[in-house]
Nanobody
Framework: QVQLVESGGGLVQPGGSLRLSCAAS????????MGWYRQAPGNQREWVAS???????NYKDSVKGRFTISRDNAKNTVYLQMNSLKPEDTAVYYC????????????WGQGSQVTVSS
């Protein structure tokens, strides 16, 4: 069955960096589009970034230039490198399999808490 297992969240000061990882199993990863979403308290879950089978990428405007999504097909893993973090980036981050545009696919990781605070 499909499994997405995340790691790498935590507490970081404003301006700091974190990297999230999402390891996939039960799929042919190289053929999968992968996405990252986030949900802040009291807000709806929102799309953050996607990476395609070609390794082309798309980003939410507010994270462009600060976040980088990447993939390692040999490790069946997608990453989200987050730099210059801001308090408004605080959220639970989820990886997602085969989003269509900003609309998520059916499978989610378990979620990783990212807290940006001094």
């Amino acid at each position: 069955q499909v499994q997405l297992v995340e790691s790498g969240g935590g507490l970081v000061q404003p301006g700091g960096s974190l990297r999230l990882s999402c390891a996939a199993s039960g799929i042919i990863f190289s053929r999968a589009v992968m996405g990252w979403y986030r949900q802040a308290p009291g807000n709806q879950r929102e799309w953050v970034a996607s990476i395609y089978t070609t390794s082309d990428t798309n980003y939410k405007d507010s994270v462009k230039g600060r976040f980088t999504i990447s993939r390692d097909n040999a490790k069946n893993t997608v990453y989200l490198q987050m730099n210059s973090l801001k308090p408004e980036d605080t959220a639970v981050y989820y990886c997602n399999l085969n989003p269509r545009g900003i609309v998520p696919g059916d499978y989610w990781g378990q979620g990783s808490q990212v807290t940006v605070s001094s």
